[in-house]
């Protein structure tokens, strides 16, 4: 099983749709929660940081964190075709006293105006 | 312009041929990471850095070296490369190594290796 899973997609959406990116891990000492948005060829970028159960919003991103559940999502309303990129799920863990990062394999999203 | 600079952003070599990418940050920041991104399998950690003179493997550091002599550098290694390492690679970095702090990628380096 992969520490960190994402459906690969593409996820197709129509333009002001709610676009819904989902991401479960298996490590339940998990403690910080990243979502990433790559353009092609480019490098990724910060979207949302989450780290305790429940909803975080940022404009027209919303963060849900489900540990008893272990998964982890992204929401993004009124999606427009600028937010057509591949989003990446990252998971920190403190193992020992050092922090390691597991990346799932991103999710491609593709809004249709 | 707070950055995380990479180079060389493109480079075509040959098998065994030692070669080094360089990665350097303006922003004082302690933790430094090396991932490559290959299709289908993501973002893998090579090697990190918790601060200076400390580094520890990732998932995939075989055929990889690292060193943290300063604060700003995170040079990566690869003392005899093999095509399995054509890869696109990219250096990150966050303010310190707590679960808290995103991180910072530079702009990518890919490597061919012929």
């Known amino acids: 099983q992969k520490e960190v899973e994402q459906n690969s997609g593409p996820l197709s959406v129509p333009e002001g749709a709610i676009a819904s990116l989902n991401c479960t891990y298996s490590d339940r000492v998990s403690q910080s929660f990243f979502w990433y948005r790559q353009y092609s060829g480019k490098s990724p970028e910060l979207i949302m940081s989450i780290y305790s159960n429940g909803d975080k919003e940022d404009g027209r991103f919303t963060a849900q964190l489900n540990k008893a559940s272990q998964y982890v999502s992204l929401l993004i309303r009124d999606s427009q075709p600028s937010d057509s990129a591949t989003y990446l799920c990252?998971?920190?863990?403190?193992?020992?006293?050092?922090?390691?990062?597991?990346f799932g394999t991103g999710t491609k999203l593709q809004v249709i105006p | 312009e707070a950055q995380v600079t990479q180079n060389p952003r493109y480079l075509i070599t040959v098998t065994g041929k030692k070669l080094t990418v360089t990665c350097s940050q303006n922003?004082?920041?302690?933790?430094m990471s090396w991932y490559r991104q290959d299709p289908g399998l993501g973002l893998r950690q090579i090697y990190y850095s918790m601060n200076v003179e400390v580094t520890d493997k990732g998932d995939v550091p075989e055929g990889y070296k690292v060193s943290r002599k300063e604060k700003r550098n995170f040079p990566l290694i690869l003392e005899s490369p093999s095509p399995n390492q054509t890869s696109l690679y990219f250096c990150a970095s966050s303010l310190t190594g707590t679960p808290n702090q995103p991180q910072h990628f530079g702009d990518g380096t890919r490597l061919s290796i012929l």
């Open positions: 922003m004082n920041h302690e933790y």
């Open positions: 990252a998971v920190k863990q403190n193992s020992g006293g050092y922090q390691k990062v597991t």
